[in-house]
């Protein structure tokens, strides 16, 4: 929640910085990267939090918890470089997305386990 705090506040600094009222979404390059930047997180944040919920009671907390901080680790990076650059935020978006795909397998792994082998 902290981060999803962070990358609003962000696009409230971007707003004022560059005297874009809301609702507008349009207007300086900056701005626009920075509010696209934040939409993706929150976008992603609901998926996130359902496999780490997941992952953490069907399969193990602990690696559940370093994927989860990884994970949030990336979406900072990727909020970061994505406002200075569009291009600049492949790298932590393919990390992300990775990350996410192992939280999936991890909570199927766990939810088979829980399930199938008593």
Do not use: D
Not at 44 to 69: D, E, K, M, N, R
Not at 100 to 105: H, M, N, P, Q
């Amino acid at each position: 929640v902290l981060f999803l705090a962070y990358f609003a506040m962000q696009v409230i600094y971007a707003r004022r910085k560059y005297k874009i009222s809301p609702p507008e979404t349009t207007g300086h390059p900056e701005f626009e990267r920075t509010f696209r930047a934040q939409a993706n997180c929150s976008e992603y944040f609901p998926i996130f939090i359902s496999l780490l919920w997941v992952a953490g009671i069907f399969f193990h907390q602990g690696v559940t918890a370093a994927c989860g901080l990884l994970y949030l680790y990336t979406r900072l990076k990727y909020f970061q470089s994505y406002a200075v650059a569009a291009r600049g935020r492949l790298g932590p978006l393919y990390a992300s997305a990775w990350l996410l795909w192992l939280l999936v397998g991890l909570a199927l792994a766990g939810l088979l386990a829980h399930f199938l082998w008593p």
